[in-house]
């Protein structure tokens, strides 16, 4: 049956603070690479490592292990794997203020939510059931689970395979922002995330806070007042 309106939402520096779960997840990783012998290269800075979030796993592994053979990266993604699904359940970050709340209140408005991140599937799949939000998901789509090559890509699947007709993407960087354009739908913009000056040029709304996606969604959706 198709759906004729949908809300997409990227996941890192939009749902959940990532940075406080990525830089120990990779820290570890590049700690265990260089103890088995099959890296030798420094630690990527802080930095670096938030670059990289958002970007599909072949991409951070050409950016953060140069040079480094195909059997390298799958040993690094394995080992980040671990090492982040450890870290969600030892709770080293939260969601962000008010994804929960805002959350529930589209899921009980019946709007059919979903996740599009160009994560591993079973780092999502960790996350949204550490924090409670797996049932408020119709489903969590990834480049993990998909195997796509961009974030377009994703998001262009997700909307054949579930017939949606109209859509917002919600996000905090460049790619999400290009793959809800590419793909025909409202774009807005999380500028509490990890985007840079400029990133998020092109939406068609930005909000400071996740509380105020609801106040920028495009009609059908309709605010309504919320019990406290």
């Known amino acids: 049956m198709a759906i004729s309106y ?3 939402f990227d996941m890192d520096g939009t749902l959940l603070q ?3 779960l990525s830089t120990p997840a990779f820290q570890r990783t590049f700690d265990q690479l260089r103890e088995q012998g099959i890296w030798d290269g420094p630690t990527p800075s802080e930095e670096q490592l938030v670059s990289v979030l958002g970007m599909t796993v072949e991409q951070v592994w050409n ?4 040079g480094a053979v195909e059997e390298v990266q799958h040993a690094a993604d394995r080992l980040l794997l671990q090492n982040e699904i450890k870290l969600i359940h030892e709770r080293v970050t939260e969601l962000y203020p008010g994804v929960v709340e805002t959350l529930h209140h589209l899921h009980e408005q019946g709007i059919p939510l979903f996740v599009a991140s160009n994560g591993q599937e079973k780092y999502i799949e960790a996350i949204c059931a550490e924090y409670g939000l797996t049932d408020l998901f119709t489903d969590l789509y ?5 195997q796509t090559r961009s974030k377009n890509d994703l998001v262009g699947k997700l909307l054949r395979d579930y017939e949606i007709k109209q859509a917002v993407m919600v996000g905090d ?3 999400d922002i290009e793959a809800g354009k590419a793909n025909g739908l409202f774009t807005i913009g999380c500028d509490f995330g990890f985007a840079g000056e400029g990133e998020l040029d092109g939406a068609d709304r930005l909000i400071a806070s996740f509380s105020e996606l609801l106040n920028h969604l495009p009609p059908p959706y309709k605010p309504q007042h919320r019990q406290s």
Do not use: D, Q, V
Request: hydrophobic share 40%.
């Open 6 to 8: 949908a809300i997409l």
């Open 173 to 175: 960087r460049r790619s």
């Open 18 to 20: 990532t940075e406080t």
């Open 63 to 66: 950016t953060l292990l140069p």
């Open 142 to 146: 990834s480049a993990g689970r998909f």
